[in-house]
Nanobody, 125 residues
Framework: QVQLVESGGGLVQAGGSLRLSCAAS????????MGWFRQAPGKERDFVAS????????YYADSVKGRFTITRDNAKNTVYLQMNSLKPEDTAVYYC??????????????????WGQGTQVTVSS
């Protein structure tokens, strides 16, 4: 079993920045992709970004390209999402996710093996 714990959410004004963190614990494993999905009220859960174990491959939703950056620290089993130039439409619950033995999470969520509990990000206009 793997536990994912997110932190770093909060309230920020449009144009501001936040950094989300997600620490994985539990089962010891390697070669796993990590990343983020988000879900706004009344909407489906959407892919945001993911990164491979090596960090050499990263993937982003078109809506966040150029504004968000995903990185990871394998020594800490932690993935980060740096969010800059935030917009009100970025408001959502952000969920950390991991997929074992893979370089990406996929974009639909159905390939994810473990989910975090979510952290709220609110961007005011």
């Amino acid at each position: 079993q793997v536990q994912l714990v997110e932190s770093g959410g909060g309230l920020v004004q449009a144009g501001g920045s936040l950094r989300l963190s997600c620490a994985a614990s539990g089962r010891t494993f390697s070669n796993y992709a990590m990343g983020w999905f988000r879900q706004a009220p009344g909407k489906e859960r959407d892919f945001v970004a993911s990164i491979s174990w090596s960090g050499y491959r990263s993937y982003y939703a078109d809506s966040v390209k150029g504004r968000f950056t995903i990185t990871r620290d394998n020594a800490k089993n932690t993935v980060y999402l740096q969010m800059n130039s935030l917009k009100p439409e970025d408001t959502a619950v952000y969920y950390c996710a991991t997929r074992l033995s893979a370089i990406s999470l996929g974009t639909r969520g159905d390939l994810v093996d473990y989910w975090g509990q979510g952290t709220q990000v609110t961007v005011s206009s």
